[in-house]
Every structure is written in C-alpha cells, then in structure tokens.
C-alpha cells in the first residue's frame, strides 16, 4: 500500500510544475531569517522548500514524511508534528 501511495505522491509532484515553481519562488522571497513557519504536505510547500536556500536560522514545523526522510538537502530545523501516520498523505 505504501508504494501505490508514494506513487500517487509522485504524480502529483510532476503534475502543474510551473505553476508550483512559480509559488515556490514567491514564497521563497517572502520567508526571511529567524521564522518560525507551519507548513502542510503539500507538493507545493515541498517545491517551496527547496527554493528557500541557505536559511539556517529558519525553523519549519511539518507534518510531511516526504520532507523529514531526507528526500531535500535543507539547512534549517525540521520539527515533525508526529502522531498517527496517514498512508493516504505521507504525512502524520
């Protein structure tokens, strides 16, 4: 089951990828140093992250196992919501 649903996750990811890049990049611009953001587990808001850069004084709280596993290189703190993993979002 959870390989048909990273699959699912998949074809997401590669479904409207400008339109996301484009989100991604205005999001970007409007997330400075020492924040603290809440995200869902979006493709969108995993598109946004890797266009973030070099924050390191970012902290991101995320319910997403795709963005926790290591699947982006990041510089900033992860904080995972934790709790009851949903097969159906890869997210907790």
Sequence with gaps: ???????????????????????ATKVAELI??????????STTVLEALRTVGDKSNLTVVINSSKICDGSIDVSFYLISTGGIYRWESLSF
């Design 1 to 23: 089951m959870a390989d048909r649903l990273d699959r699912v996750f998949l074809v997401r990811q590669r479904h409207s990828v400008e339109p996301r890049r484009d989100i």
């Design 32 to 41: 400075g140093g020492r924040e603290i953001i809440i995200v869902d587990a």
